[in-house]
């Protein structure tokens, strides 16, 4: 947590003062429109309307001053290029070395007013993600995307600051020329592979780098992750975490449970009917024995997703232990002339699936880099299971007995189910790698409370939703907090369940969305659908991208 205000505070050219951010003002007025609002002083659609004044106002003092300095410093390279043109007709080493340490001098205030820009840029969406998060309202998206392309608006200037790239390219051609030339007139265009670096020209281009990770709002609207850190972590530091994460066995252990679980769903289809009919049901009891493990993957996968939160292996395991109970119970039915046991193990099987896992581990521990192939790889083995269940039962047609066990077409499926769980739990126990949740938990940082947000089209909409939200959410309203929204959607999902109605409101949309869509789709648009999902969709919200 930094309180940027102080930061401003002391970051600042004494001299340039008055043309900063005035962020402590802006602070106040988004305190003093919520009471405004609860003691109904004014209106939702005024306030709004006021505060995009107000920082319509803010940004076009930041702007003008901006080109003012940028008028100075083109004048002053300007003059600079009628020193340069006299030594290219009377050359002079003494000379030209006084002109490049002019044009130096340029550029360290040109790296002074880049750092006020950025200073600027910063205060600006702090300011813009205060206000959001006060009202519970997506007022930047408007703002920004509303401004960023009119033809009268000043944030163009600050955000894509294209006269600073002029002012940048101008300076670092002439000294890149005259730290070459040193008396040999030719141009740098002339010897590109020739020309030296200047440590000036390293700041500027390092300044702009920053400004421009900075101030690329559009991209950020784009990621939904518009208010970014002033310090610009690193996105190699982020894969760096999240290569700590990822493990291949794991991953594939993941793959293979989908596998495993997917022919276990379907490898009884073609025999159900028969296996019902020799324990004394109907034919069409076999819907009621397909369909029992569906519905009792209703109730797993809220658990299941639940216990992700805290681990991966430990709900593996039990999955494991789970379907191999199952399995078994399925096929001891047929000795034990049980329709209920058939049931029994069916539902023990559908209690058994870890699916809401394996998702969840893709999207938490897989680096984004090959997130989506591990995602198609989700898929795919879904799409194979589902093939080979009915393929592998077809094969399955043998009829002996063992020790007055019965081995058929129909209890074979069992079987071999759970001869495949018990190989898969040995090898689970063995090559598993738990993922270290320390270093992510640690970057979880607490927020007051939770913001329902709106989207919203243009400004005379309103709102969808009350702008005030509840008294628990004004706590710490003064701070600076550096807490992406993604972050609080992550820290929420990781939240402890204390009841099933908590445990189910765990469940992220990647994991209610495709099961409804399996219990109501047929498998191949199924499956279609499914990998559309896990393709686009949005992973801060629990989906696979």
Request: glycine fraction near 6%; charge should be positive.
């Amino acid at each position: 947590m930094v309180n940027f205000g102080k930061k401003l505070m002391a970051d600042q050219i004494p001299e340039w003062k008055g043309y900063y951010i005035n962020y402590k003002l802006m602070k106040k007025k988004v305190k003093q429109y919520g009471g405004q609002l609860q003691q109904g002083e004014k209106d939702r659609r005024r306030v709004l309307k006021d505060f995009s004044k107000m920082l319509d106002d803010q940004i076009e003092k930041i702007v003008l001053f901006l080109l003012e300095q940028q008028g100075m410093l083109a004048s002053r390279i300007e003059k600079l290029g009628k020193q340069r043109a006299i030594l290219a007709e009377q050359p002079d080493i003494s000379a030209i070395t006084k002109l490049r340490e002019a044009y130096r001098e340029v550029g360290l205030d040109l790296i002074k007013l880049l750092k006020f820009v950025d200073l600027n840029a910063t205060g600006i969406r702090k300011i813009l993600k205060k206000f959001d998060k006060r009202f519970g309202y997506r007022f930047t998206d408007y703002y920004v995307t509303t401004r960023s392309n009119h033809p009268y608006s000043q944030i163009q200037q600050v955000f894509k600051h294209v006269g600073v790239g002029a002012v940048v390219g101008a300076l670092s051609r002439n000294l890149a020329d005259l730290q070459e030339r040193q008396g040999s007139y030719l141009s740098i265009y002339d010897q590109p592979s020739t020309a030296l670096k200047d440590p000036i020209i390293d700041m500027i281009n390092s300044s702009v780098d920053k400004l421009t990770r900075s101030t690329n709002f559009l991209r950020f609207l784009g990621q939904h992750a518009l208010i970014a850190d002033e310090e610009s972590p690193s996105t190699a530091g982020e894969e760096e975490i999240e290569d700590k994460k990822y493990h291949f066995m794991s991953l594939m252990l993941n793959l293979v449970n989908t596998f495993l679980y997917m022919v276990n769903t379907y490898i009884i289809v073609p025999t159900a009917d028969d296996y019902s009919v020799s324990l004394g049901a109907a034919s069409t009891v076999c819907g009621v024995v397909i369909g029992s493990m569906a519905v009792a993957q209703i109730f797993s996968s809220v658990y299941f997703s639940a216990w992700s939160n805290k681990s991966y292996f430990k709900p593996l395991v039990f999955s494991s232990i789970v379907l191999f109970l199952g399995n078994v119970c399925y096929a001891m039915a047929y000795d034990m002339k049980s329709l209920t046991v058939l049931i029994i193990g069916r539902l023990l099987c559908g209690l058994g699936s870890a699916r809401a896992v394996n998702r969840r581990y893709i999207s938490d521990c897989v680096p984004a880099r090959i997130r989506m192939q591990a995602s198609a790889g989700f898929v795919s083995a879904s799409a194979l299971g589902m093939a080979c269940g009915p393929a592998l039962a077809g094969l399955l047609q043998w009829k002996f007995k063992i020790y007055m066990v019965t081995f058929n077409q129909s209890t074979l499926p069992g079987w071999v189910m759970a001869v495949a769980w018990l190989l898969y739990l040995i090898w689970l126990w063995f090559s598993f790698k738990e993922p270290n949740r320390a270093t992510e938990m640690n970057d979880i940082q607490q927020n007051p409370a939770s913001v329902q947000r709106a989207d919203i089209n243009q400004l005379e909409n309103g709102l969808a939703q009350p702008l005030l939200r509840d008294s628990g959410s004004k706590q710490n309203e003064d701070e600076d907090e550096e807490v992406d929204d993604s972050e609080d959607a992550a820290h929420d999902s990781r939240k402890a369940a204390t009841s099933i109605g908590s445990a189910y409101r765990l469940l992220t949309p990647s994991v209610k969305v495709p099961d409804i869509i399996s219990a109501k789709l047929t498998p191949r648009l199924r499956d279609f659908i499914l990998y559309l999902i896990f393709s686009f969709a949005d992973p801060h919200q629990g989906f696979i991208s």
